[in-house]
């Protein structure tokens, strides 16, 4: 059950993560091409199709983490690793906050998807370094 739940939380990290990337890396730059109308007309179906994936790997990401952090840190004394591991976790919740923000179709957030690039670079920037503290506690670990 372990590996699985690993696996499980690697992967939803993968694919969210690869996600973002394609869309800030490949898909914004490539949208030039297009004119307005068939520019916002994909960029509308990719997003629609993206939140959903997103939004199960932000699920899956926080189910995992749970387990994980009651299977391989519950008991650990507070130290290094509850403090990185702690920022982990803030800098996760900032991520999904940001995400959904971008993808939750509310009036409310229409500032924030009016920025959507700024927004997803800080998205991805974040991702790379949650990536980064998780590596570290994996090899301390």
Do not use: C, D
């Not at 960029?43 to 932000?58: D, G, I, L, N």
């Not at 926080?62 to 009651?70: E, Q, S």
């Amino acid at each position: 059950m372990t590996t699985l739940m690993q696996w499980i939380h690697l992967m939803a990290g993968i694919i969210g993560l690869g996600g973002m990337g394609f869309i800030l890396l490949i898909l914004m730059p490539s949208l030039g091409v297009l004119g307005p109308e068939q520019r916002e007309a994909l960029f509308k179906a990719v997003s629609t199709r993206f939140r959903w994936v997103s939004w199960s790997a932000m699920g899956l990401l926080l189910i995992t983490g749970l387990y994980n952090v009651r299977q391989y840190y519950w008991e650990m004394a507070w130290g290094r690793t509850w403090l990185l591991l702690t920022l982990k976790i803030g800098l996760a919740f900032t991520l999904f906050g940001i995400i959904l923000a971008l993808t939750l179709p509310l009036g409310i957030f229409a500032r924030v998807r009016s920025r959507r690039r700024s927004w997803l670079i800080a998205a991805f920037a974040l991702g790379m370094v949650i990536v980064l503290i998780s590596a570290y506690l994996r090899s301390r670990g």
